[in-house]
């Protein structure tokens, strides 16, 4: 008989990573708006991977995934279907590399250096070219006077890019888990 696939709260506490249950609680949020890709071939990339324990919650949660963690500090061996990239979000030519190494992506989870303008490059960056129509992209640990979400609340419809005055289409612009946690659907393009 097939074992129950673990919740992510259980994964979290299994790999005692920060988004669990006992310390941001961001599983119980991520597991409602992910349950439905759970056994799909997402491709999931996470910017800011400290030791691992989050690349291995994702890794056991979608277990048909390709999971690949971005930082600039890797102090972890690669493991069984996680990838790592060295690089530095701040860097837009390091994102890029990123992309066209191991994207697109389905999901992006950025949960680097909190630093608005890095949040931003990487959001520039990797949103438009490597995060496919329908994609999802969080942005965790935002606070209460932090730039981020000063912009994100600024720009429901559509976000603003580059100096050319295109626009980066989005389906939808949300704030989660008492606003900490910001989720960005990119546009699914209907042909």
Known sequence: MPLEPKSLDDLAELYATDK?????????????LLQ????????????????GASLRMWRDYFPNGYIVGMDNDLKIPEERRINLFYGDQGRAVELIDLGKKHGPFDIIIDDGSHQHAHQMISFYTLFPEYLNPGGL????DVHEDHLTKRYFR??????PYGDSGG???????EFLHGDNLIMVKKWAKTE
């Open 137 to 140: 992209y969080f942005i965790e």
């Open 167 to 173: 626009i980066i289409m989005a389906d939808s612009v």
């Open 20 to 32: 669990g249950p006992t310390t941001h609680h961001y599983t119980r949020v991520y597991e409602q």
């Open 36 to 51: 439905q890709y759970r056994g799909d071939s997402v491709r999931l990339l996470e910017i800011g991977v400290l030791m």
């Open 154 to 159: 600024r720009c429901f419809d559509c976000i």
